[in-house]
C-alpha cells in the first residue's frame, strides 16, 4: 500500500520553477516528456525527518523510493543492536528496487540522515512502465548491480582487512572516484565508522595516527588530503 505523503501531494504539484523532481533523477533521463508526466502522475512525495525511518525489516516490498532532496543510509542491526551501514545514499539516488524483482519482505532498514524527501511509487507501476519502455529497466539493472557491488565490497573488506587497512582502501576508492588528492568525506566520520566496522573513536585514533606519519592531512572533521599515496597503498597491501 502506498504511503500517505507529508505534503500529501503528486510529484506534478510540487514543481519548482517549472522542473519536478523525476526531471532532476538521472534514473529517468532516457524518458520522453510524456513518459515522465505518467510517472509524475504515479508518484507522490513524503518527508522525513532526521533519523525518521523510511522502512525496516519486514515491512512490505512494494514500493520504489527516489530520493529528491536529503540523504538515507540503510543498514542492518547485529544481534548485538550494533549497526553495519551497508550504503549511505543521496539525491537522485534510489532505494526499494527489490519492489521490481520479488514481491518479498524488506531485509534492512532506511533511515533518513537528515530532512529529507523522496518520490514513492508502486512497484507494480514501475513494473508495468519498464515493460513498455525497457532503456528505463536497462538503467535501473544498471544502477542495482553497481548499488550491489559496492556493498559486496564493504563486506569482504571487512573480513579481510584490519582497520587501518579498511580506512587506506576508502580513503584511496574515494580518491579515486573523486580524481583527486584533497577531498570531503561525504558524510561524518561516525557514518564512516560504521561503514567500515569499527568505532568512531578507533576512526580518529587511526587517522590521527597517519597525520602524523605524514602519510595524511587533516583539516576540520571531514576535509582529507593525500600525501603519500604509495605509503597509503602500502598499508592496505601488506600481509
Known amino acids: 500500500m502506498l504511503l500517505e505523503t507529508g505534503c500529501k501531494c503528486s510529484c506534478d504539484s510540487c514543481k519548482r520553477n517549472g522542473v519536478s523532481c523525476v526531471d532532476q533523477i538521472t534514473l529517468f533521463d532516457s524518458l520522453t516528456f510524456e513518459q515522465k508526466r505518467l510517472i509524475l502522475s504515479k508518484s507522490v512525495h513524503k518527508t522525513f525527518d532526521k533519523g525518521e525511518l523510511i522502512f525496516s525489516p519486514g515491512d512490505p516490498g512494494d514500493n520504489l523510493y527516489i530520493i529528491n532532496l536529503g540523504e538515507v543510509k ?98 584511496l576508492d574515494l580518491s579515486t572516484e573523486f580524481s583527486m588528492k584533497a577531498f570531503k568525506l561525504p558524510f561524518s566520520k561516525g557514518t564512516l565508522a560504521s561503514i567500515i566496522g569499527t568505532s568512531q573513536e578507533t576512526l580518529s585514533r587511526k587517522l590521527s595516527a597517519l597525520q602524523d606519519e605524514g602519510i595524511l592531512s587533516l ?8 600525501l603519500d599515496q604509495e605509503r597509503l597503498k602500502a598499508i592496505l597491501d601488506r600481509e
Not at 553497481?146 to 580513503?171: F, H, M, P, T, W
Not at 583539516?219 to 593525500?226: C, E, F, P
Open 74 to 171: 540503510i543498514y542492518k542491526l547485529s544481534s548485538q543492536g550494533r549497526q553495519q551501514i551497508l550504503h549511505v545514499l543521496g539525491p537522485g539516488s534510489f532505494l526499494g528496487e527489490h519492489a521490481l524483482f520479488d514481491s518479498q519482505p524488506i531485509l534492512n532498514t532506511a533511515e533518513a540522515m537528515k530532512r529529507t524527501n523522496l518520490c514513492i511509487l508502486k512497484g507494480q507501476d514501475i513494473k508495468e512502465l519498464i515493460l513498455s519502455h525497457p532503456e528505463m529497466g536497462l538503467k535501473i539493472l544498471e544502477q542495482y548491480a553497481k548499488k550491489n557491488v559496492q556493498i559486496l565490497d564493504i563486506v569482504e573488506s571487512i573480513g579481510l582487512y584490519d582497520v587501518e587497512q579498511r580506512i587506506a582502501k576508502y580513503l
Open 219 to 226: 583539516q576540520g572533521q571531514r576535509n582529507i588530503n593525500i
